[in-house]
């Protein structure tokens, strides 16, 4: 497992040397100040084609390039975990993900796992949320659905609060690129369930985040380890009640958000959102707020560099 | 290959592949327990010992009057058992030597009459009120064999295999054979199957179908049938008496003059015919006068009367046992609390009486909750189904139990009939609960509970909400209790408290009578209704809460700020 680490840690010191330049605040080891001041710290894109939306914000945030390196490694968080249709707003929206592989596949990427851990019948989730019919024609692209304990292992969290270990799948640690590829949508008890929360997906043990420990520090102590390099957050429309596994009302905003800091992206579809027929602040979701004191990105996003394109 | 082997081949498949169908939620699986109702011993064994013309046994009443026809041919080309019997046959090495004595009718008779005995002893307890088919009927063992035993050790199998091989494609740079995950399960009372599938292999190492020729209860009953079938071995005048037949019969049916035979041991296999060397063997309809063999041996008057007796006293200890529902003087009746059937169960008197305890529900059941059990029941109860919540729930949206029982012991619910059913009752065992206990903050069972039996209530001295069970909204289904997060015994188990039973009418009016409401949450897509406790969004709804300010703040999740 330490062998694990160190060669990500490698990948990813390799990866800064050799794109200086690209390297902003996402990466989370250099200064948060915009080195390059071309590249905004989050997009917002509009438009009522969820994969123009897509590879548009991504673009505009510099580009899949800046992550994936040929013949890298990537692993993909949708959100697929309910035997729901698209239009439900349970699942990430199968064109997005699909996009985003796309864009991976074209960046030269070698290997492109679409994970979750599901709580429905895996093959209702598979059929239903039309991911993996979407990534169908996708080099390099596999949709898995995640069950069984002999596909996780062990890894360390180091700055853990609630825990120092974690079982997580062993794919995804085994990754160069995390991509966390959410939709927006309500949940029972952390209130939403976006970038960090979403990662639960790829845990084994997330009962005893409910049971023994406080969830709301348990999702940051994940995150801290299983940090996404790129957030992709699907807005097309939104379940803003009776999430996560609804159904619950939706609602159309037809857009699609990207950073690299998913402290920022959780933050602003927070606050484009509505839920449960309110409108929140960031910093009213505790585990938001919790990430940004522990310094894991930030939720501040008057100060940030952010971008709005219309498709 | 010859034309038995052919057609055993089949059989087994058709075996095998119905009981793998079993579970499936295929939407019509009514077939699954086709081969059981076939079994002869469990067609006589049930209808005498529930006094109840179980219209789905008539099966086993067509083998008999096949039997009448030509002969045992159920045991020698369908059952499963004999199949299995001689699989193990065809692995063990037996001594090339002369059997053409040792293999004879003569030499083998004593033993044969076990069987009749064991027959007898299932009759006369059925008689009165005391199924023992179960001990005896072959595809009860088969089933058991098959779906208990040999599938949970082909899953795991399977899985090491996919590790095996999934790391060699990993290592190639592909890890999709790892993610093939093939669903596992486990029994308890393994020894039980273990033991018998072991005795039953080591015994085919004595003599080939040593549990068809000298044991099985249902061959006694075929073998009752066929002593004089119309189509029946005959041998004709080219025999040059060389005994290979004799030597190599499966069930020693012939005599050491090869000609005769005892039709009653035959099981029409038909090797005699396909190795005699001079084609003397045929099996057709009798030529004139026909030789009946003097040896042709059936139980003594004296050892019948024995059997009869055995029958009678084990059918009294059984009745006489403490736990059998009976009633006891007061109208007591002894049940261990956790002793939970199946949904749809008839009442217990009549259950046991019906269940022949072949292990289909517990091979269908998708969440592994159906278990066998050992004495819990009693010594009449041993092999039964019960839920064993703390290993997995009842699916809300499942009926697959009732679907494969041969017997109707479990009925055959549609779905909203067996939402209808209670199985028993959630308690909450106090000195375990993280709330009451601790005064942490848990919701796990609410929040699982397909029914919205829970609700937590405000109590003196503890910070958060405690949790209640509304006994009236509570199935038994044991969502609760499989998923209540206290290590080792749940804080919340189900117990038979309150459950009921019909043997007909309808579970739904019978709620509606008792006032119980029963309310599945509509949330519940797939297709058993499984969900963790993630799944749920709804927050205790049952609160009884004072403000109405207060109320909006609480439907909020926890997870948001409000000042």
């Known amino acids: 497992m330490s062998k694990m680490i160190d060669r990500r840690e490698f990948v990813k010191g390799s990866l800064i040397t050799s794109t200086a330049l690209m390297t902003t605040a996402g990466a989370g080891i250099i200064a948060p100040s915009n080195i390059h001041a071309s590249a905004p710290d989050l997009i917002i894109a509009r438009g ?4 123009k939306n897509t590879r548009a914000a991504v673009d505009a945030l510099g580009g899949i390039s800046r992550f994936v390196k040929p013949g890298a490694k990537v692993a993909i968080k949708p959100n697929m975990s309910f035997a729901r249709g698209p239009n439900q707003a349970s699942n990430t929206n199968p064109h997005v993900v699909a996009e985003v592989a796309r864009m991976c596949h074209e960046a030269g990427a070698s290997k492109i796992s679409v994970l979750d851990y599901v709580l429905h019948s895996p093959e209702d989730c598979m059929r239903l949320s039309k991911i993996p019919e979407a990534c169908r024609s996708i080099p390099n ?54 970038s960090m929360k979403g ?84 910093n009213q979701v505790r585990h938001i707020r919790k990430a940004a004191e522990r310094g894991l990105g930030r939720m501040d996003l008057d100060k940030l560099n952010i971008r709005e394109i219309k498709v | 290959m010859r034309s038995q082997r052919i057609f055993q081949t089949i059989t087994l498949s058709g075996f095998i592949g119905l009981l793998l169908l079993a579970g499936t939620l295929t939407p019509d699986a009514g077939l699954v327990d086709f081969y059981l109702r076939l079994d002869p011993i469990i067609g006589l064994g049930t209808v005498l010992a529930s006094w109840d013309l179980a219209p789905a046994l008539w099966p086993s009443l067509v083998v008999v009057l096949i039997t009448l026809a030509i002969g045992r041919v159920f045991c020698g080309h369908v059952c499963p058992m004999g199949t299995t019997l001689d699989i193990f046959d065809a692995v063990v090495k037996r001594e090339k030597k002369n059997r053409s004595k ?20 299932i009759v006369v307890a059925g008689l009165l009120g005391v199924s023992l088919v179960h001990l005896g009927s072959p595809l009860s063992w088969a089933t058991r064999i098959w779906g208990l035993l040999l599938y949970p050790l082909a899953l795991s199998g399977l899985d090491t295999s996919i590790i095996w091989v999934g790391e060699m494609f990993r290592a190639m740079g592909d890890s999709s054979v790892l993610y093939i995950q093939p669903p596992q399960r486990v029994f308890s009372t393994g020894l039980f199957i273990f ?126 046992d403490i736990h059998r529902p009976k009633g006891l ?15 749809g169960s008839r009442t217990e008197r009549d259950f046991l009486k019906l269940c022949v305890r ?54 055959h619910l549609p779905i909203h009939e067996k939402q209808s059913v209670k199985m028993g009752s959630a308690w909450i065992v106090r000195q375990n609960c993280l709330v009451w206990e601790q005064d942490r903050k848990c919701l796990v069972c609410d929040e699982v509970c397909p029914y919205n039996a829970l609700s937590f209530q405000p109590v003196k001295g503890l910070k958060n909400s405690a949790p209640f069970v509304i006994e009236n909204r509570c199935t038994g289904c044991g969502w609760c209790e499989n998923k209540c997060p206290v290590l080792g015994d749940a804080a919340i188990r189900v117990n038979i408290m309150g459950e009921v039973r019909l043997n007909e009418g309808s ?8 006032g119980l409401v029963f309310k599945a949450k509509d949330n519940r897509h797939d297709k058993l209704g499984e969900e963790t406790f993630e799944g749920v969004s709804r927050r205790h709804k049952d609160n009884k809460t004072p403000g109405k300010e207060e109320k909006s703040k609480q439907d909020l999740p926890e997870g948001f700020i409000v000042e």
């Open chain 1, 141 to 194: 692209t596999v949709v898995n659905t995640v069950q069984i304990s002999r596909l996780f292992r062990e890894v360390e969290v180091p700055n853990g609060e609630q825990f120092k270990s974690m079982r997580a799948i062993s794919d995804v640690l085994d990754a160069d690129v995390m991509i966390s590829t959410p939709v927006g949508k309500s949940h029972g008890s952390a209130g939403v369930s976006l």
């Open chain 2, 507 to 514: 579970y739904v009016e019978k709620a509606q009578q008792l």
């Open chain 2, 329 to 343: 003087p007061g109208g007591t009746v002894l049940r261990s609390g956790n002793l939970i059937r199946p949904p």
């Open chain 2, 102 to 121: 040792t293999n004879a009718a003569e030499a083998n008779q004593n033993k044969r009459n076990w069987k009749h005995y064991f027959f007898v002893i």
């Open chain 2, 358 to 411: 072949c292990g289909a529900c517990m091979k269908a059941c998708p969440t592994n909750t159906l278990q066998p059990i050992w004495f819990k029941a009693g010594l009449e109860g041993i092999f039964s189904p019960v839920l064993l919540p703390r290993l997995g729930p009842c699916a809300v949206n499942c009926n697959e139990c009732g679907k494969v029982c041969p017997t109707g012991a479990i009925r």
């Open chain 1, 48 to 51: 009522n084609d969820p994969s």
């Open chain 1, 199 to 282: 990662m639960m997906g790829w845990i084994y043990d997330r009962g005893s985040f409910h049971s023994r420990y406080n969830l709301h520090d348990a999702v940051v102590d994940m995150v801290s380890v299983l940090k996404p390099h790129l957030v992709v957050i699907d807005g097309t429309r939104i379940l803003t009640t009776g999430g996560p596994s609804g159904p619950g009302k939706v609602m159309k905003l037809d857009l699609v958000i990207a950073s690299t800091d998913m402290v920022a992206a959780d933050a602003q579809m927070v606050s484009l959102g509505t839920w449960y027929g309110r409108k929140f602040k960031p």
């Open chain 2, 195 to 320: 033991a018998f599938f072991t005795a039953s292999f080591i015994l085919v190492m004595v003599a080939p179908r040593y549990w068809c020729r000298n044991l099985c209860p249902a061959g006694a009953l075929l073998a009752w049938c066929s002593k004089r079938p119309i189509l029946r071995r005959q041998v004709s005048d080219e025999c040059v008496n060389c005994g290979q037949c004799v030597a190599q019969c499966p069930t020693s049916a012939i005599t050491e003059d090869p000609s005769n035979t005892l039709n009653q041991e035959c099981i029409v296999c038909l090797k005699c015919k396909d190795i005699c060397p001079v084609s003397a063997i045929s099996f057709s309809r009798v030529q004139g006068s026909s030789r009946i063999p003097d040896q042709d041996i059936m139980p003594g008057r004296r050892a019948l009367l024995y059997s009869f007796a055995t029958g009678v006293v084990s059918a009294g200890v059984i009745s006489n």
